[in-house]
């Protein structure tokens, strides 16, 4: 069996959504740490500019490259630019996305489709735009950042869980075709990271991770890691098991363990 591709900096650039805060910003700087040229893209300049000035004097260097994902054919054309002026995306870490907690009663229906529309709709758009190119060159590399609270129904992540569980079945899927063209798909599926979104939250946070060592798990995982890059350990593998029991169990211990 052949070798799935894994990026090197030699290679060409990484392309990193939602790049402005949080994971994406995270994983930009340590990608530049390793030597990569990254496109770093998000809605707003002056905060791509800011990060890019805070990579000089790594060995590597970041591009800020303004796109919104849920513009579609913006996403086209930026992905075109970025090849033409850059060379070829060698990585593509489609990370851009949002959180709003939701409850069932009042039912928030914007907050669904407006977390659908951009943690699902816009990596679609996305993966339209790079993986023709990846599979018309026969190698690549993709990774969607999902999360655990993609494996099971969470209180109050109905609409962020059940995004990230799409985006979970996608790349399952995705990854039969993908090996056969010589692209690697991979998954992110982090559990809580030091972030702006979840300093939001106003409920417990197990195993809360700092975001500098999750962004070294993720870029270890994107040069040497399996289909599946998901930490914390502890919490990924809680999770998985209660998966695993009848809904009977599942949702008298969920809902113990999170009530009020």
Known sequence: MKALYRAKPQDGVWWITGASSGIGRGVALEAARRGFRVIATARRLDVLQE???????????????VGDISDADGILHLVAQIEADHGPISLAFLNAGTYRPVNAHPFDAPAFRMMFAVNVGGTINC??????LMCGRSWGQIALNASVAGYIGLPRSSAYGGTK???????????????????????????FVETPLTAKNDHPMPFLMPLDKASKL??????TG?????????????????????YSIYFRLVGRATQG
Do not use: Y
């Open 226 to 246: 399996g289909f599946e890059i998901t930490f914390p350990w502890q919490l990924s593998r809680i999770l998985k098991f209660l998966r695993l029991l009848p």
């Open 51 to 65: 990060l890019a000035r805070e990579a000089d004097g790594l060995s590597g260097h970041i591009i800020p490259a």
């Open 127 to 132: 993966l339209a735009a790079i993986l023709p």
């Open 218 to 223: 993720i870029c270890d995982g994107f040069e």
């Open 165 to 191: 569980a799409a985006l979970i079945a996608m790349a399952e899927s995705l990854k039969f075709d993908t090996d056969a063209c010589g692209v690697t798909m991979q998954i992110v599926n982090p559990g």
